[in-house]
């Protein structure tokens, strides 16, 4: 487990522990490095068949089965109010241009989400970004997608 340390208010510095592999996600247009970094604390998948049953008379009951509806992909974590070491932009900045520059109104298509080994393509439908403490200038975020069936 990585351990997180921090020695002045809105900023962290993590150290990894080896002997743990976490697991990891990306998202399209995020970046690497520092610039993009954030805390996850969590990520939620539901999808859900698209069916119908029909109930007849003498107990009959039809099942029709159509595919995969839309499923909801929901990224939430934590993200900083202090600017970046490298860049003048703070955590709560990035995730506001984020959802600008990616949402489904101003891009019209799909983002790629990569979960583990899994990949998900997914529309980002809406965005939340707040302050949770200003005294330790600690924000938080939540991100959601409607994903497409696989």
């Not at 790629?112 to 080994?117: A, L, P, R, T």
Request: proline share 5%; with cysteine.
């Amino acid at each position: 487990m990585a351990a997180i340390f921090t020695n002045e208010p809105g900023v962290a510095y993590v150290v990894p522990d080896p002997s743990v592999l976490p697991i990891t996600f990306v998202f399209s247009g995020w970046g690497g490095g520092p610039y993009r970094n954030a805390i996850t604390s969590g990520i939620s998948i539901s999808s859900r068949g698209n069916y119908q049953f029909l109930h007849t008379l003498r107990n009959f009951i039809y099942v029709y089965v159509f595919g995969e509806q839309m499923g909801r992909i929901t990224i939430t974590g934590r993200t900083f109010m202090a600017n970046c070491h490298f860049f003048n932009d703070s955590g709560i900045s990035n995730t506001i241009e984020y959802y600008a520059n990616y949402s489904i109104s101003r891009t019209g298509t799909p983002v790629g989400i990569q979960i583990g080994y899994a990949a998900f393509y997914g529309f980002l439908v809406g965005a939340e970004v707040g302050i949770v403490d200003a005294e330790s200038r600690l924000g938080k975020f939540a991100f959601t997608f409607e994903s497409i069936p696989q």
